[in-house]
């Protein structure tokens, strides 16, 4: 273990949560696994990691049924979808450390803005941007098959200096555990940015019943992919955040190289767990409307989506 090791909380400690709680344990830090379905599995057989990437890794980790029993942590990330944010609240509050940084590893706008409100006025709220093909195989069995980056922003706090310093630590702390991570300047443009991906996929995958390479493959939704994107790209412009030239093109020549892959949506909608249609759908359409912006094809897609998601869920 590292001298001063930060003291990490996983919250959600799915794919996304098991992934990045697993690499950091692995690099020796001081990590604490939050779980709720699966802490007797993960508790008698640990985590394992089946990885394109990384390999192979079986681990014994540091496992709780509550948050009351977690020591108090400096750093906690948060892997749990954003549809759960007013449960989380409480759990964050109570496993966080005085002056913890809570990291929100969440697709879509509005999310730090929903959680804020609930937590104490000494954290520190960052949004942690994952670009990765990683999913939860079985009960503590992770399959990550590309990528794996995690880019942070700043988002609220009571750090001085705009949360950089912050920033950057969490960005070494990924480093550290072999994870490519960078620091985003401007956490709303790197939230549009990644919506660029988001919505085509993952809603397209529910829709259609279609993973990425079929949905790369067919030219009819090769052009709906590209007319998605580009009205992205036009929702971010009409707020004030005008994305790189070419990064549509470039997330899509990305996806072509990619391994065939199922986006997280999909499987929410086989598990009927609820999906992310407010976070990745909604908020920026109703941002892009407010600025005078209509995006119709965004639009036609969350509508779908909403009269699946309410029609498939029990009630």
Not at 119 to 143: E, T, Y
Not at 230 to 236: K, N, R, Y
Not at 292 to 297: A, D, F, I, T
């Amino acid at each position: 273990m590292h001298p001063h090791t930060p003291r990490i909380g996983i919250i959600g400690s799915g794919a996304i949560g098991g992934f990045y709680g697993l690499m950091l344990a692995r690099a020796g830090f001081d990590v604490h696994f939050l779980l709720r379905s699966e802490y007797q599995a993960v508790s008698e057989q640990g985590l394992t990691l089946d990885s394109d990437v990384h390999g192979a890794l079986q681990m014994q980790v540091q496992t709780y049924a509550s948050a009351a029993d977690m020591p108090p942590c400096d750093w906690l990330l948060i892997g749990a979808k954003a549809t759960s944010n007013d449960q989380l609240a409480p759990l964050i509050v109570q496993a966080g450390a005085s002056g913890a940084k809570v990291v929100l590893l969440q697709n879509g706008l509005g999310v730090e803005e929903q959680l804020r409100p609930a937590l104490r006025s000494d954290m520190h709220l960052l949004g942690g941007l994952c670009f990765i093909c990683v999913n939860r195989h079985a009960p503590g069995v992770i399959r990550h098959q590309a990528l794996g980056a995690v880019n942070l922003g700043y988002h609220s706090g009571p750090a001085s200096d705009g949360g950089a310093a912050l920033v950057g630590e969490g960005v070494a702390l990924f480093k550290r555990a072999g994870i490519d991570s960078q620091a985003m300047p401007n956490l709303d443009s790197a939230r549009w940015q990644k919506l660029v991906w988001n919505v085509p996929y993952n809603g397209l995958s529910v829709l259609l019943g279609a993973s990425t390479t079929p949905l790369m493959a067919d030219s009819h939704s090769r052009d709906l992919i590209q007319a998605l994107m580009a009205e992205v790209v036009q929702g971010a412009a009409a707020c004030g955040h005008v994305l790189p030239e070419g990064y549509a093109e470039h997330l899509f020549q990305v996806t072509e190289r990619m391994p065939d892959y199922w986006p997280s949506m999909y499987h929410d909608h086989t598990f009927k767990r609820p999906l992310e249609l407010q976070a990745i759908y909604a908020e920026p359409l109703a941002r892009a409307r407010a600025a005078g912006c209509c995006l119709p094809r965004m639009e036609m897609l969350y509508q779908s989506l909403s009269f699946l998601d309410s029609n498939h869920r029990p009630h």
